[in-house]
């Protein structure tokens, strides 16, 4: 079983960055793809990004390409979402999720199996 916990998250400004960190554990860390999702009150869990088992492959979402990152540390079996040029509409909750997977990425929710509790993202004007 694996346990995913999400830190890093707070209140920023609009313009502002964070960067959200999640830690595995229970698991072979580097066999992971792991994914950022994030949600809103009464909308739907959507996906944000999304890294390979080797961090040699990412891919974003539209509304945050060119303003996340994600990037992994399999020695510290943590999987980090660097957030910059924050805007309103990226508040929500954010979680990162895992799949064991060494075959390509996915922007599913149903291509993951643990979920973390989520960390709140609030950016202020």
């Known amino acids: 079983q694996v346990q995913l916990v999400e830190s890093g998250g707070g209140l920023v400004q609009a313009g502002g960055s964070l960067r959200l960190s999640c830690a595995a554990s229970?698991?072979?860390?580097?066999?992971?793809?792991m994914g950022w999702f994030r949600q809103t009150p009464g909308k739907e869990r959507e996906f944000v990004g999304v890294i390979s088992w080797n961090g040699g492959s990412t891919s974003y979402a539209d509304s945050v390409k060119g303003r996340f990152t994600i990037s992994r540390d399999n020695a510290k079996n943590t999987v980090y979402l660097q957030m910059n040029s924050l805007k309103l509409e990226d508040t929500a909750i954010y979680y990162c999720a895992a799949r064991r997977s060494y075959l390509g990425l996915s922007y599913a929710l149903n291509g993951y199996n643990y979920w973390g509790q989520g960390t709140q993202v609030t950016v202020s004007s």
């Open positions: 229970g698991g072979t860390f580097s066999s992971y793809r």
